[in-house]
């Protein structure tokens, strides 16, 4: 297994209004298409996936919202991508081997971009972000 494509091809940040009271950030990563595709590599064309994915951080209520669109390329065997893509066709699930690792990395990627765009436009961070507390001697 080798994720060998990473891209953003969405990316859209807005604030509805100014924050009043409790904000809840929620954060939402969904699958939304399996493609088969080929890779060209020198003279060979070996099968890989393409994970269609879409990446939503809400602020509730109504406050602002980050929605992140790309893709992932997914290098394997052409027997596992068969069963990867009959997998999904059949029900809509994926391996749970396969499942982890595409959605750490899409997580690692989009929660830093979420993170940088929610600052340009005055937004809290869509994840906790480490803070120190000052301890009296």
């Keep these: 297994m080798t994720i060998v494509g990473f891209g953003f091809n969405k990316i859209e940040v807005e604030k509805i209004e100014g924050a009043k009271g409790k904000i809840n950030i929620s954060n939402n990563v969904s699958i939304k298409e399996v493609k088969e595709t080929t890779l060209s590599v020198g003279k060979d064309k070996p099968p890989v996936l393409k994970f269609v994915f879409e990446f939503l951080s809400s602020y509730e209520p109504k406050v602002g919202k980050v929605l992140l669109g790309g893709d992932l390329t997914y290098m394997e065997e052409g027997a596992k991508i ?41 937004l809290p961070p869509p994840i906790p972000l480490p803070k120190l507390k000052a301890q009296e001697k």
């Design 82 to 122: 068969k069963e990867i893509q009959e997998k999904w066709k059949k029900d809509k699930k994926l391996p749970a081997d396969i499942m982890s690792p595409i959605l750490n990395t899409i997580l690692a990627k989009a929660n830093i971009l979420a993170l940088i765009l929610s600052q340009e436009v005055n």
